[in-house]
């Protein structure tokens, strides 16, 4: 699998933008997918993440505290593409940001980055006051 992040630039805080990331491969619908950060002088975080897809059962997502109520991770498996829409950007949200696909099923580790088995070379975002 192979991913492709974009979308990242600089914005004024409060702001929006929003970020894409392409999958090549056949099993996109079934990986769950994340974001993550890295931010100057920190360590990477997890942002977001949603569980794979299947026509019976709705999506999981989960978000880090520090995004909660702004940011949105969703998928759409007919474009292998996983977003993330940003809204009320703040300075702290500028960061490199990533996106990971998770071969393994299991939704509990998927804020962990060592549960992830391929990775996007990142997108810079940076908020400015």
């Known amino acids: 699998v192979q991913l492709q992040a974009s979308g990242g630039g600089l914005v004024q805080a409060g702001g929006s933008l929003r970020l894409s990331c392409v999958a090549s491969?056949?099993?996109?619908?079934?990986?769950?997918m994340g974001w993550f950060r890295r931010a100057p002088g920190k360590e990477r975080e997890s942002v977001a993440a949603?569980?794979?897809?299947?026509?019976?059962?709705?999506?999981?997502?989960s978000y880090a505290d520090s995004v909660k109520g702004r940011f949105t991770i969703s998928r759409d498996n007919a474009k292998n593409t996983v977003y993330l829409q940003m809204n009320s950007l703040k300075l702290e949200d500028t960061a490199i940001y990533y996106c990971?696909?998770?071969?393994?099923?299991?939704?509990?580790?998927?804020?962990?980055?060592?549960?992830?088995?391929?990775w996007g070379l990142g997108t810079l975002v940076t908020v400015s006051s």
């Open positions: 990971a696909a998770m071969s393994s099923p299991l939704y509990g580790g998927s804020q962990i980055p060592g549960s992830y088995d391929y």
């Open positions: 491969g056949r099993t996109f619908s079934t990986s769950i």
């Open positions: 949603v569980s794979w897809s299947a026509g019976w059962m709705p999506e999981r997502t």
